[in-house]
């Protein structure tokens, strides 16, 4: 079974940050690109970051200089460190991955930026 947990969310003043935890188990995880996507209420879901498994990193283009993925094989960890959040950044942050022709979701972790 393929399992991602992620933690780290929660209520941040706009210009603070978060650093967002996703444990993965069942696969062989130094293989795998892992991803952080986000959907906020009433749009849809949009990648924010993924991390392959030599370490390239690609960030969508409002993260870009904010947000950094890395990834811990020894612990079997992605992490997202978010710096400078906005409002805008309110969303459930979801992490995935892709195994064997199919998608495996965490459950999410709520980020408020707000005031």
């Known amino acids: 079974q393929v399992h991602l947990v992620e933690s780290g969310g929660g209520l941040v003043q706009p210009g603070g940050s978060l650093r967002l935890s996703c444990a993965v188990s069942?696969?062989?995880?130094?293989?795998?690109?892992v991803n952080w996507s986000r959907q906020a209420p009433g749009k849809q879901r949009e990648l924010v970051a993924t991390i392959d498994s030599g370490h390239i990193k690609n960030y969508e283009d409002s993260v870009k200089g904010r947000f950094t993925i890395s990834r811990d094989n020894v612990r079997n960890r992605v992490y997202l460190q978010m710096n400078n959040l906005k409002p805008e950044d309110t969303a459930v942050y979801y992490c995935?991955?892709?195994?064997?022709?199919?998608?495996?979701w965490g459950r999410g972790t709520q980020v408020t930026v707000s005031s």
């Open positions: 069942g696969v062989n995880f130094r293989l795998y690109a």
């Open positions: 995935h991955l892709r195994a064997w022709g199919r998608d495996f």
